[in-house]
């Protein structure tokens, strides 16, 4: 694997820095060497991230990263709109003039700046926009072909954005496969390409009408090539989520049958502003996907600002209010998926 770093401009410690997040619990694209960011500078990527060591530095400039060999700086930052925040900027700049070339997970393309694209070719280092649309040719419509397939689909869906999706996923994955079940993960987003995912496209670049026919694509593809037992959805923001409503595509279109929700329990609003409405319960978003025409099998839940005591209260509170086995996946994996996965394939082979 090629070597990079992570840029995040001080965000290092915010929902903001997700993608550095993915990459620093898992990437099999890229060897991480260094996180750069200046105010959690001097700390172990890990323990800023989740209180684990990872022996990936975080170290304060990019230079600095240099005797580590580098061939490539990613941006490491997800904001919202897309766009390139504070000086984050210069620091692309900086690792264009240090022959890095840049790998650019935001709307804000790299390749639309003049003055960068100048920069890159002067230095003769790449740039890659991995959210540049695909063009018309490229893109696959929809053609009902997923209701032949026999695989169970999974769709692991969020009540808002920024709760762990795409980490529970790959959680999940990991864990079937331990437990000898051929999980395959199909991505929807930039950090699940970078993670080195094979199957999928980037939702949020993706044209309108297309998006039905590539998740359909994606999903064919991996259960052609992979012959796997159970394919996952990562699931890009919420059924609910009023900036960016999204998830019923996977359920209808790819025919996801079967649910993970997952859901912070203390969180009140849709990313936290009280102007874009309150998160609804739980037990309505079940009921919603039950009358979108799938079933909940299981919940983890987000414990941001949870104590460790809290966590496991609301776990066995969501247990007994829902009726479902509730994962915690930062605190003991998801083990707990295992049982009503094994059900699902049980099924499959009675069909």
């Known amino acids: 694997m090629d070597k990079a770093i992570i840029i995040t401009n001080g965000l290092l410690a915010t929902d903001n820095a997700k993608t550095a997040h993915g990459l620093i619990r898992e990437s099999n694209r890229f060897e991480i060497v260094a996180i750069v960011d200046f105010a959690s500078a001097g700390k172990d990527a890990g323990e800023v991230l989740d209180g684990k060591k990872r022996n990936i530095p975080v170290i304060k400039s990019i230079e600095e990263t ?22 984050l900027i210069e620091e692309v700049k900086s690792a264009i003039k240090n022959k890095l070339s840049v790998i650019n997970g935001l709307h804000d393309h790299l390749i639309e700046r003049q003055d960068i694209k100048e920069l890159a070719e002067e230095n003769e280092v790449t740039l890659i926009d991995i959210r540049i ?12 072909d997923i209701f032949k397939m026999k695989t169970p689909v999974i769709a692991v869906i969020g009540t808002d954005c920024a709760l762990g999706k795409r980490t529970t996923t790959r959680f999940v994955m990991n864990e079937c496969r331990e437990a000898g079940i051929n999980a395959q993960m199909i991505y929807t987003g930039q950090t699940g390409w970078l993670q080195g995912g094979k199957y999928g496209f980037i939702f949020d670049s993706t044209l309108n009408d297309f998006v039905s026919g590539e998740l359909e694509h994606a999903i064919l593809t991996c259960d052609k090539k992979t012959n796997a037992d159970v394919i996952l959805i990562e699931g ?32 009140k609003y849709y990313e936290h502003d009280p102007a874009w409405g309150e998160i609804h319960s739980v037990e309505t978003e079940i009921e919603l996907i039950r009358l979108l025409g799938s079933t909940v099998i299981a919940i983890a839940l987000n414990t941001e600002h949870c104590t460790n005591e809290e966590a496991f209260a609301f776990q066995k509170e969501y247990e007994q209010r ?8 930062l605190q003991e994996g998801c083990a707990k998926i295992l049982t009503p996965i094994r059900e699902l394939l049980i099924n499959k082979n009675k069909a």
């Open 66 to 87: 240099l005797h580590l060999k580098p061939a490539y700086c990613i941006v490491g930052v997800a904001t919202a709109g897309g766009v390139f925040p504070g000086d």
């Open 133 to 144: 649309p695909k063009k018309r040719k490229d893109l696959h419509f929809w053609t009902g």
């Open 236 to 267: 890009q923001s919420a059924l609910r989520n009023p900036t960016g409503p999204c998830g019923s595509e996977m359920l209808i279109s790819g025919n996801a049958k079967s649910v993970i929700l997952v859901h912070a329990p203390k969180r």
């Open 322 to 329: 829902t009726k479902l086995p509730v994962m915690l996946p």
